[in-house]
């Protein structure tokens, strides 16, 4: 089986910074791309920023120049660093990835993160 744990929420005040961590465990023969969701309530899901496996990394417009998304691959964990954080950014954030099973690579999985809660003060 093969799963996805988040970790780094909580509160912050506005102007502050988190880490979150999502790391991926299980038969994993590849991930391919990684990255992370968010929702508020009341909005639909978006994605906020992911990584392919050699590096590439995609930002939504929102939070280009305050957060850095980053992969370790060895590790099978990707990370969220949010600087400059706004109470707009207040929401669930979801880890995402695409995933081979590596007792069968031609098996392709989209798995998603049980989700962490970040809450921006201001």
């Known amino acids: 089986q093969v799963q996805l744990a988040e970790s780094g929420g909580g509160l912050v005040q506005a102007g502050g910074s988190l880490r979150l961590s999502c790391a991926a465990s299980?038969?994993?023969?590849?991930?391919?791309?990684m990255g992370w969701y968010r929702q508020a309530p009341g909005k639909q899901r978006e994605l906020v920023a992911a990584?392919?496996?050699?590096?590439?990394?995609y930002y939504t417009d929102s939070v280009k120049g305050r957060f850095t998304i980053s992969r370790d691959n060895a590790k099978n964990t990707v990370y969220l660093d949010m600087n400059s954080l706004k109470p707009e950014d207040t929401s669930v954030y979801y880890c995402?990835?695409?995933?081979?099973?590596?007792?069968?690579?031609?098996?392709?999985?989209?798995?998603w993160g049980k989700g962490t809660l970040v809450t921006v003060s201001s």
């Open positions: 995402n990835a695409d995933i081979q099973d590596k007792t069968d690579p031609a098996r392709v999985m989209d798995i």
């Open positions: 299980g038969s994993i023969f590849n991930i391919n791309n």
């Open positions: 990584m392919t496996y050699g590096g590439r990394p």
